[in-house]
């Protein structure tokens, strides 16, 4: 190339380029429609990029999907519904269970499930010591449990509780040990219960003694400490759903009724609102109005918070852009709160409230975590704001300013969200936590060192998806022959459509796919863990789907929901009381070792609480 002149070289390369161009020229002209398509759309795609270019086809190709998968999902449901309700017409067991159906008391209910236990020849199960636990753990805890008490030695009696004291020693809290049967569930594992539940109010006795005479022994002192922290507390959380929420009503009566509530709570959207009810009410006060239901049906009947038409709900909407006013809900949150503050509630009744609620996205505050809301956190924010926080679903709430009392009892923002000049209090406000945080159980055990979780979910788009292949407490598979519901085939693709329509959820949500609607990205909406150890899912009525959004217009069809609904929340009291019944002999121990010793520890305190406002 050296020998050769420029004028040589930049003919060569001109020569070079025209081939290139030739061949391009070509190539075009050569390739079919679909080739040449393709590439303009990579060449399109390269310039104006690719998300804009490709994002609307593929949610068409995610909803497509999606839409499959959901219709094949109701057609498997449809089947497996007809096959039990023909199961129970052929073998004759209608009438027992119309006898479930109307029972007027939990007492009245397990004699009948009983019944129905003996028909099906499921109480034979209940003898036998085959399952998903250890029988010879359990058998062998409650021999040294019978052995310590009978020669008075609290050290042993002690040292031999310590271990049971977790989440399932031995799997007597697994979950298929209460699907088998209608009521109940293994004798040996009803014993052990007891016996666990005897020995702490042996070692409550006896730490009672003790402090009346020589003091409370260094080694009681210390298995409290350890106790509490490794069995944790019970909590139960309310789920939103928007009106549907009136099934959560039922469950609480029925809990009021056989004294089985839990001490730690966490409600968000419509869950929000029933548990500012029952935060601010001694038990007896709450059974009552839930007995009663005259004042529950002034605030929830057709002159309670979402009054109105549909249509003029949508005329609305387009008018200003959203349907109520918060001035509209206040009057009615007034009587569930009593317009109390956190502070005021907790010093009334000592339950342990927790309200989640999601900062508005706008600019630097989408950087905002969510916001978990009780006594240690926001003691002096009122309960009227949290709620509305709570519940402000996007198209019918606006977002709100979280409000706190003042020593005067005055009222002003709650001003912690401010957390620099540019970011003022307008631009966080509150929104529905059920967007993103609906039940926040892992939040709530950190904070609040809960071990075990209830769940009562009646978010619509949530409930009609928990299947339960394997039967839940008090309602085993139809055919007891079978351990799953439908048959292995159907129980299949019901969880292969379910599981693969999250799949392309998730997948929608880490990509940032859908676009964002009335400034919400409904993917998280989903995508949640909404599950907990015993999750509680009424039978809703397809009617109640529909009305989401309505006022209860009948008092009977009212009363008919939570009854119905208390009726479903008795099969699981058998596994609810065996954790509780341990859990509150733990905490009356906890309490006379406190009482009795002369200088309490913090470590005395019978649950440690961690700090902190905001969920990860």
């Known amino acids: 190339s050296s020998h050769l002149s420029v004028g040589d070289l930049l003919a060569q390369r001109s020569g070079m380029f025209q081939n290139a161009t030739d061949t391009l020229i070509r190539y075009v002209s050569e390739a079919s429609t679909l080739e040449y398509s393709v590439a303009l759309l990579f060449v399109i795609g390269f310039v104006v990029g690719s998300r804009h270019l490709y994002r609307v086809p593929l949610i068409l190709i995610v909803f497509l999907i999606l839409g499959f998968n959901f219709l094949l999902y109701v057609i498997v449901r449809l089947i497996v519904r007809g096959t039990e ?111 666990l539940e005897a020995s702490l109010k042996y070692l ?29 507390r019970t909590a139960l959380f309310l789920s939103g759903g928007s009106s549907i929420g009136f099934y959560h009503e039922g469950l609480l009566r029925a809990l009021l009724s056989e004294d089985l509530m839990p001490n730690v709570f966490c409600g968000t959207s419509f869950g929000a609102v029933i548990l500012s009810f029952l935060a601010t009410r001694t038990n007896a006060e709450a059974l009552e109005e839930l007995t009663k239901l005259q004042d529950l049906w002034i605030q929830q009947g057709p002159k309670g918070a979402l ?3 549909k249509l003029w709900k949508i005329c609305m909407i387009f008018r200003r852009g959203y349907v109520y006013g918060l001035e509209e809900c206040q009057e009615h949150l007034e009587w569930f709160t009593l317009n109390m503050t956190f502070q005021e509630a907790f010093e009334k009744t000592g339950r342990v409230i927790n309200i989640t609620c999601t900062p508005a996205r706008r600019r630097k505050a989408d950087g ?27 198209i019918l709430f606006q977002p709100v300013l979280l409000m706190e009392r003042r020593a005067d009892g005055t009222l002003r923002p709650y001003s912690l969200f401010k957390h620099d000049e540019e970011t003022t209090l307008e631009e966080v406000r509150m929104r529905d936590g059920s967007f993103e945080c609906d039940t926040p159980v892992k939040a709530v055990a950190e904070f609040w060192n809960t071990h075990f979780s209830i769940v009562s979910q009646v978010n619509p788009h949530i409930a009609p998806f928990f299947y339960n292949s394997n039967g839940i407490p008090g309602r085993p598979v139809r055919f007891p022959w079978r351990k799953i519901r439908g048959g292995f085939l159907l129980s299949f693709i019901e969880c292969w459509c379910k599981e693969d329509m999250l799949k392309l959820l998730r997948i929608v949500r880490e990509v940032g796919l ?3 609607i009335f400034g919400v990205d409904w993917s998280h909406v989903w995508t949640q863990q909404e599950w907990g150890d015993v999750n509680i899912v009424p039978d809703i009525r397809l009617r109640h789907y529909l009305g989401v959004a309505d006022n209860s217009q009948d008092r009977d069809d009212m009363a008919d929901i939570i009854k119905r609904s208390e009726r479903h929340a008795w099969r699981y009291f058998s596994i609810i009381s065996h ?27 019978p649950f440690r609480v961690s700090s902190g406002l905001h969920l990860s």
């Open 85 to 195: 309700l023909v199961s129970t017409l052929l073998f004759s067991r209608e009438a027992s269970r119309n006898k479930l159906r109307s029972a007027n008391s939990y007492s009245e209910w397990c004699t009948y499930a009983k019944e129905l236990d003996c028909l099906e020849r499921r109480h034979h199960w209940k003898e036998t010591e085959t399952g998903d636990f250890h029988p010879s753990v359990l058998r062998f805890a409650i021999d040294k449990f019978m052995k310590a008490r009978a020669a008075g030695d609290t050290v042993a009696l002690a040292t031999a509780i310590l271990p049971c004291l977790t989440k399932n020693f031995g799997g007597h809290m697994n979950l298929s040990m209460y699907n088998m049967t209608n009521c109940g569930t293994k004798v040996l594992i009803e014993d052990f219960v007891d016996q």
């Open 307 to 309: 009054p109105g038409s």
């Open 368 to 394: 905002l975590p969510k916001v978990l809301l009780n006594h240690i956190t926001t003691p002096q924010v009122t309960l009227i704001s949290a709620v509305l926080a709570s519940c402000c679903v996007p």
């Open 579 to 605: 954790r509780l019944r341990v859990e509150r002999a733990l905490t009356e121990l906890a309490a006379a070792v406190s009482k009795g010793s002369p200088s309490p520890s913090p470590g005395n305190f």
């Open 204 to 232: 409550t006795d006896a730490a009672r003694e003790q402090a009346d005479s020589e003091g409370i022994s260094s080694h009681l002192e210390s298995f409290v400490d350890r106790a509490v922290t490794s069995y944790g």
């Open 514 to 516: 859908l676009f964002r």
